[in-house]
């Protein structure tokens, strides 16, 4: 296994396409095919399956190409640390349910300790997606929630995962509601006060289970429901709309000032919202000082 078949097989994935991704490589596409082919015999597994619309990553394939990742990304920055004159460039990235302390603690890291050149990405990512960014390590750190109802399916996929949870902080169910909101004025709503208002809820595409649900009590029913795929559009219906959501309770003032809130949910149950991360991946520096930042202001909610 070398270092080329590594990055040839990066590509392909990222391409979805042997002959494009010999085009962008520069080589033909028997030499790229061969390359491949002599690679997945060495490993014995299929890495791509092939089809008359091109090529798609089998599911050994998946976890293959993220340790492939991470072993070219490490090589580029000791490359560029003791071979060339560049400064090596850093990598970090996170996937995550719609927290904004999340997003937070990710803005004081790039802001205190990016350096000059660096890549990193954080994904507002669905549930299922996220636990696949861990597991494929093309997420150092993923950020969910377990309650009651979800667990066991979740913790199962953990585990064929080899997948660990780590608890962050527990809360109660809260309801968010924009501060002209009927209900505003309320210490604590009931459920069946919400029963005339629009439910939000964050999509999960394909896997829509009511077990992947960013939402707990997801599987009630409720006359009005509206499902987005980001936090902004979940706010302007919160306030245009009168919608609400149920959550942790965890929403920061200072990224949308005063004008949503977060009132408690008369309904007995815990949220434990939690990081994630492969048991055979080890933090990188910048890992290890974003959960430390997860955590203090985990400590502060």
Not at 51 to 74: D, M, W
Not at 221 to 249: C, E, P, Q, W
Request: aromatic residues 12%.
């Amino acid at each position: 296994m070398t270092l080329q078949q590594l990055k040839y097989a990066l590509e392909i994935a990222s391409k979805g396409s042997m002959n494009e991704a010999a085009k962008s490589l520069f080589i033909s596409q028997p030499s790229l095919s061969n390359a491949i082919k002599e690679l997945e015999q060495e490993i014995k597994i299929t890495i791509f399956v092939r089809t008359n619309r091109g090529v798609t990553v089998s599911n050994e394939g998946s976890e293959f190409l993220g340790y492939a990742r991470q072993v070219l990304q490490q090589f580029n920055m000791l490359e560029e640390k003791y071979i060339s004159e560049k400064t090596a460039k850093q990598h970090f990235s996170v996937s995550s349910q719609h927290y904004t302390f999340a997003a937070n603690a990710f803005v004081e890291l790039v802001k205190e300790f990016g350096a000059s050149e660096y890549e990193f990405t954080f994904r507002e990512s669905k549930t299922y997606e996220i636990i696949e960014d861990v597991k494929n390590l093309r997420s150092e750190l993923g950020i969910i929630y377990l309650s009651n109802y979800n667990e066991a399916v979740i913790s199962k996929l953990l585990s064929e995962g080899n997948i660990s949870f780590s608890e962050l902080f527990t809360a109660k169910p809260h309801v968010f509601i924009s501060k002209s909101h009927p209900l505003s004025d309320k210490e604590s709503i009931n459920m069946d006060e919400l029963d005339d208002y629009p439910c939000l809820s964050f999509e999960q595409g394909e896997y829509n289970s009511f077990y992947f649900s960013e939402e707990i009590l997801s599987t009630r029913s409720v006359k009005k429901s509206i499902k987005v795929s980001d936090r902004a559009a979940i706010v302007n219906f919160m306030i245009g709309l009168d919608g609400y959501t149920i959550s942790s309770g965890v929403f920061p003032r200072y990224l949308h000032g005063d004008e949503i809130i977060a009132v408690p949910l008369n309904f007995d149950e815990v949220i434990r919202v939690g990081t994630i991360k492969h048991r055979d991946l080890t933090l990188t520096r910048l890992g290890e000082i974003y959960l430390e930042a997860l955590k203090k202001f985990a400590q502060g909610l």
